[in-house]
């Protein structure tokens, strides 16, 4: 008996197994059938009872039987219980009814067997009913059709003929309801071992015959033990899972060798298809009818979004192959969480707009550059630069770079960045570009950082570049009027010779220096200078009369534009600052008379301390000076102090005493500046005598 279809029971497509089969019934006797499926009244032989015949073929291939046990007859009109006669006809629910007793108006076919020695014994009737209270139609229609397939209808009455009860655990033929879109309409798997481990049937072999419109395939991936996924808790993109425990069967009804491949996804849902990630495949390139194959397979996850996914094995996945049955294509192995993966940067579809250019020259990079991890990337810097070869690295030379602050997860974001040839050797370059190259952000793959242009560019030598390499004085601190040695290193970067140019040595009160900062000493270079040169050189200069304090020393080469160059960028601060003393002078000092000491380099308004000391060496560091140290030594006498005028000068006058005639003076001056005199200056030590 067969009831209508319940739609819930659509979520039982699970994978089969063989089923604990009940029978009802022994293989004693054939069958033979009285087949009345009347088109017209009266005509039993029709289309309806050829696709009957057609259904009982697949049955009786169960070989090792002979004759077949379910045979064909010539019917007659006469229908009806205990009348020794195995009957199939169209009829409805009252006469079904009358002679059978109640039948349900569900019911869409009902199978009556007649054992008179007992139950599920020999059989000595059995009657086949299909209730015209319902459509039948004999081709499979889609969901939404109001018809019953009459090949599954049949195929599962002729089931309980050959004694197969219902089996309403899994998705079979056997199934209590019908099903929407309908089954094919022969034997499943599960109905084959079912007849194949019926006792009257024992050592029997299946091979069906092309019967229906479809030879020899397999009909897909079989379990026979619960398929087994081997994963972390959380797999990151990158790690590895592992499948196993599954089984590839080809019952296709041929039997014949066919290849088969099994592809594995990563899904969002449970239905594997050619949408999803593929993870891999395995191949087999022969498999036989009922002919079994496994192996274990290791799948690496790709990069993805977080989230649960489904790991799904799908036996031809593009469909190549034609099968009897794909709905059973499928196996779903289970499911895994997948990490956010770390930040994976990459670059993508650079182009330079120009191909060549001299140094100094503007160019625009257009480029595309990605975070393919599912983490945002954090601060990085992009470097375009320049190579002889395809192969980017930081020892290229730099044409620009760009600094992010971050980028978010699975971005692809286009960008322009305007760049200048750098002043390099004439000849061909590839463009190309690095990103994240101060190597800021941990990655998941960092071998994907670095991308070239894969046509190069010519860059043509270019004008000179006059820089100062570097630059101090000795010594580091003197007063106005004293000499100082500028020891510097100028140098052409430049491909093409300088000519004549002015070197200019400047003091400025910042770390900027111009032309408006006084110059302390000007070097002129008449010869010119040759590309690629770098050279050691040195000045003796006049400190000139500037007020006392801290000074950073700077040069500027080429300081009036004589020459043109790459880059006028021109200026090169020392590393060390440069302190100018408070200058210090006196009169003629004579014993008995007059005289004056003067400071003549003081900021207007500030005191001025002279003292005298015993000699010439290091001497006190007062709290008074904030740390500096007097050049004079002790014992010292405090002479007086004065408050600096307008023009910075600072004069002591006093009577020398008489007794100082022929003595010797050690002086030295200070000025108490900045909070607790940190910023302090002194002037030289001044040595004199006392004339009578």
């Not at 309801?177 to 009257?200: N, V």
């Not at 991936?221 to 972390?232: D, F, G, K, N, R």
């Not at 200019?504 to 900027?512: E, G, P």
Request: aromatic share 8%.
């Amino acid at each position: 008996m067969r009831n209508t279809w319940i739609p819930a029971l659509l979520v039982l497509a699970l994978p089969r197994v063989a089923g604990a089969w009940g029978y009802c019934g022994a293989f004693s006797s054939d069958i033979v059938w009285d087949i009345c499926l009347p088109e017209t009244a009266g005509v039993c032989a029709s289309s309806w009872s050829t696709a009957f015949e057609a259904d009982t073929a697949h049955l009786n291939n169960v070989l090792g039987q002979s004759p077949w046990f379910l045979k064909l007859t010539t019917p007659d009109a006469s229908f009806g219980p205990g009348d020794g006669r195995n009957d199939v006809v169209f009829t409805n629910h009252a006469t079904a009814s009358a002679s059978y007793g109640p039948v349900s108006a569900s019911v869409i076919a009902q199978t009556v067997t007649f054992f008179p020695s007992g139950a599920c014994g020999p059989r000595s009737e059995v009657d086949m009913m299909f209730f015209v209270d319902h459509a039948f139609t004999q081709t499979r229609e889609n969901a939404t059709t109001t018809r019953f397939y009459f090949g599954e209808v049949a195929s599962h009455e002729i089931g309980h003929a050959a004694t197969l009860q219902h089996e309403d655990t899994v998705l079979t033929l056997m199934n209590t309801y019908a099903h929407t879109p309908a089954m094919l309409d022969y034997p499943h798997r599960d109905e084959i071992l079912g007849l194949l481990a019926h006792p009257d049937l024992a050592g029997a072999t299946y091979t069906d015959i092309a019967v229906l419109p479809y030879d020899a395939s397999p009909s897909a991936v079989y379990l026979t033990t619960p398929p087994v996924l081997s994963s972390p808790a959380t797999v990151i993109p990158g790690q590895q899972v592992v499948v196993d425990d599954y089984r590839v069967e080809n019952w296709g009804p041929n039997g014949g060798p066919v290849p088969v491949e099994v592809t594995y996804v990563l899904s969002t849902n449970d239905v594997g298809s050619t949408n999803d990630q593929i993870l891999g495949s395995t191949t087999w390139t022969s498999v036989t009818n009922r002919g079994v194959l496994s192996s274990p397979a290791s799948l690496t996850i790709p990069e993805t979004p977080a989230g649960t996914y489904y790991v799904i094995g799908v036996n031809d996945i593009d469909q190549t192959l034609a099968e009897a049955y794909t709905s059973n294509d499928q196996v779903v192995f289970g499911t895994v969480q997948v990490g956010a993966s770390p930040p994976d940067l990459a670059l993508h579809a650079l182009v330079p707009d120009r191909y060549g250019g001299l140094p100094g020259e503007p160019f625009d990079v257009t480029y595309t550059r990605s975070n393919e991890g599912g983490t945002a990337s954090g601060a990085y810097r992009l470097s375009i630069r320049l190579s002889t070869n395809l192969v980017i690295t930081t020892q290229d030379p730099e044409a620009c770079s760009v600094q992010v602050a971050s980028q978010a997860a699975y971005t692809d974001l286009g960008r322009v960045l305007t760049c200048t040839f750098p002043n390099i050797t004439p000849g061909p370059y590839y463009v190309g570009a690095i990103i994240d190259v101060d190597d800021q952000v941990a990655e998941s793959d960092e071998t994907n950082n670095t991308l070239a242009y894969p046509m190069d560019v010519w860059v043509d030598a270019g004008p000179p570049d006059l820089v100062v390499g570097s630059l101090s004085a000795t010594p580091s601190e003197a007063a106005p009027g004293q000499n100082v040695s500028f020891s510097y290193i100028r140098e052409n970067l430049g491909y093409t010779d300088a000519g004549a140019y002015d070197l200019s040595i400047r003091l400025s009160a910042n770390a900027t220096i111009t032309t408006t900062d006084p110059e302390v000493c000007r070097v002129t270079v008449s010869a010119g200078q040759p590309a690629r040169t770098s050279l050691q050189r040195s000045a003796q200069c006049t400190l000139p009369d500037l007020p006392a304090g801290s000074y950073h020393l700077g040069a500027i080469i080429d300081v009036d534009d004589a020459v043109v160059e790459v880059d006028e960028a021109n200026t090169t601060l020392a590393p060390d600052p440069f302190d100018v003393r408070l200058q210090l002078q006196s009169a003629v000092l004579r014993a008995g008379q007059a005289g004056w000491l003067r400071v003549t380099n003081a900021a207007p308004g500030e005191s001025v301390t002279f003292v005298r000391g015993s000699g010439v060496g290091n001497g006190v560091c007062p709290p008074q000076l904030g740390g500096a140290c007097a050049d004079i030594l002790g014992p010292t006498t405090v002479l007086g102090s004065a408050v600096a005028d307008a023009t910075g000068r600072a004069t002591l006058t006093g009577l020398v005493p008489p007794a100082a005639a022929g003595a010797v003076l050690f002086v030295q001056a200070g000025a108490l500046r900045g909070a607790g005199g940190t910023d302090s200056v002194l002037s030289q030590v001044l040595t004199t005598t006392v004339l009578p």
